[in-house]
């Protein structure tokens, strides 16, 4: 059981290029949901899904696509990456309303 | 929607003492108040939580409280240890299936 596995762990890439994080969960949990991390700003949402085929915005959505095909996967796609999306990106996922949620390990992303 | 506030942002005590954080929201239907601890280049962890039919909870070194006419919950650890040290998150949880709010985080040193 592996909970929730992110890869890549670390990525770099220039003004510009795209890129896809990838998060899957083996803990069949309907709710997924990416967050970034900023030094002084805590974890901000981005997307969420509370299951298969639905995804809503989080609080800062803009630059970011995401979409829900399976109950395991949840990728976040940056289509053209801007030095203000340097950042430390979580994926998490609960099984119901009010439940804990449990964090990947994160994957840390520089644009240059 | 929901705003957390935590305080402070910074935190050093030293072995042996007591910690205490604060957190306070906004929406008073906010029914779920989660801790997180984070520890260096992983994702954080759910360490306690309680909901707003319980006033207080402890789990050993750990509790949290809860005031739901002052919309604020607070963190105490005590006896406090180096591996203590880490940065530590409260989230407060909107009504129905709405994503946890995070506060900003603080960090703890534990001194030895």
């Known amino acids: 059981n592996a909970g929730v596995t992110q890869t890549p762990k670390f990525q770099v890439l220039k003004t510009g290029q795209s890129m896809t994080l990838q998060c899957a969960q083996d803990?069949?949990?309907?709710?997924m949901s990416w967050y970034r991390q900023d030094p002084g700003m805590g974890l901000r949402l981005i997307h969420y899904?509370?299951?298969?085929?639905?995804?809503d915005q989080g609080e800062v959505p803009n630059g970011y696509n995401v979409s829900r095909s399976t109950t395991e996967d949840f990728p976040l796609r940056l289509l053209s990456a801007a030095p203000s999306q340097t950042s430390v990106y979580f994926c998490a996922t609960r099984d119901r309303t009010n439940s804990p949620l449990h964090f990947g390990n994160g994957t840390r992303l520089t644009v240059t | 929607g929901e705003n957390v506030e935590q305080h402070p942002s910074t935190l050093s005590v030293q072995e042996g003492d007591s910690a205490v954080i604060k957190c306070t929201y906004s929406?008073?239907?906010?029914?779920?108040f989660p801790w997180y601890k984070q520890e260096l280049g992983k994702g954080p962890q759910l360490i306690i939580d309680i909901r707003s039919n319980v006033g207080e909870k402890k789990d050993q070194r750990i509790a949290v409280t809860l005031n739901k006419t002052a919309k604020h919950f607070s963190l105490h650890i005590t006896e406090t240890q180096p591996e203590d040290s880490a940065v530590y998150f409260c989230a407060a949880s909107p009504s129905g299936n709405t994503p946890l709010v995070f506060g900003k985080g603080t960090r703890l040193s534990v001194i030895a």
């Open positions: 929406d008073s239907a906010s029914n779920y």
């Open positions: 803990m069949n949990h309907e709710y």
């Open positions: 899904s509370v299951g298969a085929g639905i995804t």
